[in-house]
């Protein structure tokens, strides 16, 4: 049984905004990629993006505050309402052996950018600069706000550091140092020049621009990058001891993990196998109790092909009778945001019975012919899920995520 549950979900995802937004928008199939209005994307190969709608955060009154980067109001958006789905207020989480762990790719570049525009026109920085720009600026608000008198910790590995965050945090309740965690992560790379660098290495697709929602299209044979965006998933973890005595709503448990790095790309696939023969090991499933894989499939032409590869080599024939979908067709790769999000969804397709569908797949590919429950959603029994993560830099992580019966 698992000693570590989730009995809270906060979402900030470029569909949906609150877990009951996303989950709806992830069950129709809706996608959440549109054209930036951030900054003016003409002169960019791609132009399309999973951007989060000011409006939504400041409509919410949660995160917001003068001098905090985008990306850091995300985090602190989705953390507030994970305590709000849990029940938990300030003050307990502050009474509490409580930890923050928060996940990140980089800092926020849209303040460093911004901030960079003023020194060249003003010829000096502004004295915030140095705290709102810093890697540990979401984490440390958070903890500032929520007087967390534990561990406040910043995970940056790539897309894989929002898991690594839940992964660092389970630890932490298992080993009794921590009673009480806010895990996940977030990030912000919606700005000119973070997004020239993915268009310049290749990495996001340029074929698209004139019908976004269908330019994320992971295991599909016409798949031609993955598409930015930004967002954050943030989760309140708990002793599974705790959460029952206080009769809180247990969405499922934590039942294994496992953590593994790609030196080279030739690595790819067998570093993905470890960390998820890692996270079966630890969780004492058996292959065949493995009911769904929340797959990482960004829409990378090489990177799906691996991750499907590592999947049979793990499973075998049963790879075949084992619905993998990436709800990253829908919401893009919001990095480290991206980890924290599947698991939300993971612990809502426990909750309802229900996968969400891999959408955009219309061109089969012989190299991706797993059941990627193509275009729309499916009823299903699924008690045990497992979340599959990479990174650009080669980290990689998997999180076994189990339906909770005491």
């Not at 996303?22 to 129709?28: D, I």
């Not at 915030?128 to 608000?141: D, G």
């Not at 990495?203 to 930004?230: C, H, W």
């Amino acid at each position: 049984m698992p000693e570590v549950v989730i009995t809270g979900l906060g979402s900030v995802a470029p569909n949906g905004l609150g877990k009951d937004n996303f989950w709806r928008a992830l069950c129709e199939g809706r996608s959440g990629i549109r054209r930036i209005t951030r900054f003016d994307p003409s002169g960019y190969p791609s132009q399309i993006a999973g951007e989060i709608p000011r409006e939504w955060i400041k409509d919410t009154k949660l995160g917001t505050q003068n001098g905090r980067g985008w990306g850091t109001q995300l985090v602190i958006a989705a953390a507030h309402m994970a305590l709000q789905d849990a029940g938990i207020s300030h003050e307990e989480f502050a009474s509490s052996r409580s930890g923050i762990w928060v996940g990140i790719s980089t800092s926020d570049i849209g303040v460093v950018e911004t901030e960079y525009e003023y020194f060249k026109e003003n010829g000096f920085a502004k004295p915030t600069n140095v705290y709102s720009s810093f890697p540990h600026a979401a984490a440390s608000e958070l903890a500032s706000e929520l007087k967390c008198p534990g561990n406040v910790v910043t995970v940056a590995t790539g897309c894989p550091s929002g898991i690594l965050s839940i992964i660092y945090a389970v630890e932490s309740i298992i080993s009794g140092e921590t009673e009480l965690a806010l895990a996940g992560g977030g990030d912000a790379p919606l700005s000119p020049l973070a997004y020239a660098s993915f268009c310049s290495a290749g990495l996001i697709p340029s074929t698209y621009n004139d019908d976004p929602q269908t330019a994320s299209r992971p295991f599909d044979a016409r798949r031609d990058g993955g598409v930015l965006s930004e967002g954050s998933g943030m989760l309140v973890l708990e002793n599974a001891e705790r959460a029952f005595l206080r009769g809180a709503e247990i969405y499922a448990g934590i039942s294994g993990w496992g953590i593994s790095n790609a030196a080279s790309p030739k690595q790819l696939k067998s570093s993905i196998v470890s960390s998820l023969s890692q996270a079966l090991r630890k969780s004492g499933l058996n292959l065949t109790e493995v009911d769904y894989i929340s797959a990482h499939a960004p829409g990378d032409k090489f990177i799906d092909k691996m991750e499907v590869k590592a999947i049979k080599e793990v499973f075998g024939d049963y790879a075949y009778n084992l619905p993998v979908s990436s709800i990253k067709s829908m919401i893009g790769n919001p990095l480290a945001a991206s980890g924290p999000l599947q698991v939300v969804a993971a612990a809502l397709t426990i909750q309802n019975k229900f996968i969400p569908p891999t959408i955009n797949y219309r061109h089969p590919d012989p190299q991706c012919d797993l059941d990627c429950v193509p275009n729309k959603g499916r009823v299903a029994r699924v008690e045990t899920a497992l979340v599959n993560m990479h990174g650009i830099g080669g980290s990689n992580a998997a999180l076994v995520v189990e339906k909770y019966e005491r």
